[in-house]
């Protein structure tokens, strides 16, 4: 049973840099798996933030392109997403996500229907 576990939320004023990690433990060897960040606001829906491919190909929300950065270490079984200059609307619970196999085009708004290993999520707070 693949396993998720997000950390590195916390509060941090407009501007600044958040890390957030994602330890990854169940994983099946020799499958390829497709793993992404999400996040949420109260009385939104969850959003795709970036995804990272099985090749290591990246793409990005629109609203964090060249502010965020996915990456993984394989020998690590670990996601991270480099948050800089936050945003106060950057504000949400954020969360890790992991799948078999590859996402739609839509992945922003339908991956939440499509990736099937979900963590607990980690809080960010961004102050103006």
């Known amino acids: 049973q693949v396993q998720l576990v997000e950390s590195g939320g916390g509060s941090v004023q407009a501007g600044g840099s958040l890390r957030l990690s994602c330890a990854a433990s169940g994983l099946t060897r020799n499958e390829n798996y497709y793993m992404g960040w999400f996040r949420q606001v109260p009385g939104k829906e969850r959003e795709g933030v970036a995804k990272i491919d099985s090749d290591g190909s990246t793409s990005y929300a629109d609203s964090v392109k060249g502010r965020f950065t996915i990456s993984q270490d394989n020998a690590k079984n670990t996601l991270y997403l480099q948050m800089d200059s936050l945003k106060p609307e950057d504000s949400a619970m954020y969360y890790c996500?992991?799948?078999?196999?590859?996402?739609?085009?839509?992945?922003?708004?339908?991956?939440?229907?499509?990736?099937?290993?979900w963590g607990q999520g980690t809080q960010v707070t961004v102050s103006s």
């Open positions: 996500a992991a799948k078999e196999g590859p996402v739609s085009m839509d992945w922003v708004h339908k991956g939440i229907y499509e990736y099937r290993y």
